[in-house]
């Protein structure tokens, strides 16, 4: 349970590298976008091969398909809660937050990390850490670090604040990868397999919504190329 806490709360730590960067070196929106999106394309590589792969492997495809499509809905009831509640441009890089409410932003940056870190936790249950899925977490927090925060900074907020934020959400991870690892332990009968299912369905809406649409505003076509050299780096990484 230790080590599943210490992994999940590793990769979101570089939310606060990102949100270092910002406030020290003010990077541009060009390069958050292509960050963000080299990010999306790990992450999307990761959904495929670690965790609607490893699912298909012990669970039906109807089962899997059904799950899948679960996690979504229920990622975007979460969302779109959110947003309603002044989280909805948590992740702008142009100072979309001074608009927002600061605990709402709060729990959208959680509700994000959530299912990275969940399964983050349970395959370091089912024998050690899955280094494609831990890259791709921990480089897709970067991006969301740099560009939320630069959104921040504009809006006129302390690094103070943002840090404490950032520090919030690092700590909620590790403590869901630690849930991971607890509630899907095999001698309870549990499988992880819907677990797999659920947190891709929801991690692929959290793209959607969230990562993309940033991206793209910023580097247009070329978001989708972007995107899929992410994917090479997934793909390669698997294969390690």
Same mark, same amino acid.
């Given at each position: ?8 709360? +590793?990769?979101?730590?570089? +939310? ?25 394309? +790990?992450?999307?590589? /990761? *959904? ?52 927002? /409410? ?29 280094? /494609? ?35 919030? *959400? ?71």
């Amino acid at each position: 349970m230790i080590a599943a806490f210490f992994w999940g709360a +590793l990769a979101a730590s570089s +939310l606060l590298l990102g949100a270092a960067l910002s406030y020290m070196f003010a990077p541009g929106r060009k390069t958050i976008a292509a960050v963000m999106a080299l990010g999306s394309g +790990l992450l999307i590589g /990761s *959904v495929a091969f670690d965790l609607v792969d490893e699912a298909l492997k012990t669970s039906s495809i109807g089962a899997v398909t059904i799950v899948v499509l679960s996690g979504a809905a229920v990622f975007t009831i979460g969302n779109w809660l959110l947003a309603r509640n002044g989280a909805a441009k948590r992740k702008s890089s142009t100072g979309g937050q001074a608009d927002g /409410s600061p605990l709402a932003i709060l729990m959208g940056s959680i509700l994000d990390g959530i299912p990275e870190s969940f399964v983050l936790g349970l395959t370091v249950l089912m024998g050690g850490i899955s280094p /494609s899925l831990l890259v791709a977490v921990t480089f897709s927090n970067l991006p969301e670090g740099m560009g939320s925060s630069s959104g921040m900074r504009a809006a006129g907020w302390p690094m103070r604040r943002v840090f404490l934020i950032w520090s919030a *959400v690092v700590i909620v991870s590790g403590l869901s990868a630690a849930v991971g690892y607890l509630v899907l332990d095999p001698a309870s009968g549990r499988t992880g397999a819907m677990a797999q299912a659920f947190a891709g369905g929801a991690l692929l809406t959290m793209l959607a919504d969230t990562m993309l649409p940033e991206a793209f505003a910023v580097e247009g076509v070329f978001t989708g190329s972007v995107v899929a050299i992410g994917f090479a780096f997934a793909i390669a990484l698997k294969a390690l």
